[in-house]
């Protein structure tokens, strides 16, 4: 009986040291692992959802594209529904900025919940404006894959973003 404890106190010691000198991954290793497990297939699916929205928003279909968007907790790694505020404050920007036309300006794979598409969006005529240019705006999503599906999600201004884009 006391060789089994002491095996068994040896396997948690070993096991103790072995988590303990795990070396925590730095956050380009996190990207880097993220990137390698993605396929063609998540790079369509995941701009697919965000054109999709683009759409709907010129289809002036504000409302429609408010209930499928999400935030995300990177602490707890879940989708939350949007708050009362964030939905005011989108619907607001949407009616203020209408989707006239839009252009994807780029996107980034970063992690599971960071990622970046980026759309040009103009939301008024050359004739309204009076300067001859129609003026534009900028709208980011942030993609998320949560359970190996992607969800859509606003991209909220203190969030990070991929600086080699900017």
């Not at 129609?134 to 973003?161: H, I, Q, R, S, Y």
Request: proline share 3%.
């Amino acid at each position: 009986m006391k060789k089994i404890n002491y095996i068994l106190i040896a396997v948690a010691a070993l096991c103790l040291v072995t988590a303990c000198n795990k070396k925590k991954q730095t956050r380009e290793e996190q990207i880097e692992e993220f990137r390698s497990m993605l396929t063609a297939s998540d790079t369509t699916q995941m701009l697919q959802i965000c054109d999709n929205a683009m759409e709907l928003l010129k289809g002036k279909k504000i409302d429609e594209v408010i209930a499928s968007l999400n935030e995300y907790n990177d602490s707890t790694r879940e989708l939350l529904p949007l708050s009362d505020s964030m939905k005011k404050s989108l619907k607001r920007r949407f009616k203020l900025f209408p989707v006239l036309d839009y252009r994807r300006e780029y996107y980034s794979f970063m992690l599971e919940g960071c990622n970046d598409v980026k759309y040009k969006v103009t939301f008024a005529t050359s004739e309204q404006s009076g300067t001859g240019e129609a003026p534009t705006t900028m709208f980011m999503f942030n993609p998320v894959k949560v359970d190996g599906e992607w969800k859509l999600c606003v991209k909220a201004p203190e969030k990070e973003v991929d600086e080699e884009h900017l």
